[in-house]
């Protein structure tokens, strides 16, 4: 719940939502009935079930994970019968300008805890911005820096994996999206 998940959010879900999760993109997203949802890094498929719910059986649902545990753990606990419009996909997150298929596909890209782990934060934006239909929207949740991260913190793997070593200053990521094309561009601290 300090992430911003509801009860009605978790109250199905067998699965633990996962220590790495930074907040509830699926919350800030405004999902609307019909929508094409992808999520970055989609671990477990809990986000996409979420997502699922809001966009209803007119939208559909795409995780993208790059680790094929991952997948097979998404597929076991997404119940087909209870949630026919999620698939999930084996690929890198820096990968999706390269997936034809996607081109201009989605309304909205969702992540979660995802983004700072990428050593090519502009390649994946640049994917981003290519599977978005124009005027789509990325809604993520993610560490932020606020001032440079000392270098020997960057180095550490307990940095790493507890995702604070890479993330991105909050100004550089601003430009970062400015940059690949984004518009509106607004980060919340929180």
Same mark, same amino acid.
């Given at each position: 719940m300090s992430l911003g998940y509801t009860e009605e959010d978790v109250q199905d879900e067998t699965v633990p939502i996962?220590? @790495?999760?930074? #907040?509830?993109? %699926?919350?800030?997203?405004? @999902?609307?009935? #019909?929508?094409? %949802?992808m999520d970055l890094g989609c671990g477990t498929g809990f986000d996409c079930r979420l997502a699922s719910k809001r966009v209803g059986p007119k939208g559909s649902v795409i995780?993208?994970?790059?680790?094929?545990?991952?997948?097979?753990?998404?597929?076991?606990?997404?119940?087909k019968e209870k949630y026919p419009n999620i698939q999930y996909e084996l690929s890198k997150i820096e990968d999706l300008?390269?997936?034809e298929k996607f081109n201009s596909k989605f309304d909205v890209v969702i992540s979660n805890c995802v983004f700072n782990l990428s050593p090519e934060k502009e390649k994946v934006l640049k994917g981003v911005y290519f599977v978005l239909k124009k005027g789509g929207r990325l809604i993520f949740s993610d560490p932020v820096a606020l001032k440079p991260i000392p270098e020997e913190i960057r180095k550490d793997m307990?940095?790493?994996t507890s995702c604070m070593a890479n993330a991105s200053l909050n100004d550089d990521l601003n430009k970062l999206l400015t940059n690949v094309g984004f518009?509106?561009?607004r980060i919340e601290v929180t």
């Amino acid at each position: 719940m300090s992430l911003g998940y509801t009860e009605e959010d978790v109250q199905d879900e067998t699965v633990p939502i996962g220590n @790495l999760s930074c #907040g509830n993109p %699926v919350g800030l997203a405004d @999902l609307k009935e #019909g929508e094409i %949802v992808m999520d970055l890094g989609c671990g477990t498929g809990f986000d996409c079930r979420l997502a699922s719910k809001r966009v209803g059986p007119k939208g559909s649902v795409i995780g993208i994970d790059m680790t094929q545990e991952m997948i097979d753990k998404a597929i076991e606990v997404t119940k087909k019968e209870k949630y026919p419009n999620i698939q999930y996909e084996l690929s890198k997150i820096e990968d999706l300008e390269n997936i034809e298929k996607f081109n201009s596909k989605f309304d909205v890209v969702i992540s979660n805890c995802v983004f700072n782990l990428s050593p090519e934060k502009e390649k994946v934006l640049k994917g981003v911005y290519f599977v978005l239909k124009k005027g789509g929207r990325l809604i993520f949740s993610d560490p932020v820096a606020l001032k440079p991260i000392p270098e020997e913190i960057r180095k550490d793997m307990k940095s790493y994996t507890s995702c604070m070593a890479n993330a991105s200053l909050n100004d550089d990521l601003n430009k970062l999206l400015t940059n690949v094309g984004f518009k509106d561009v607004r980060i919340e601290v929180t």
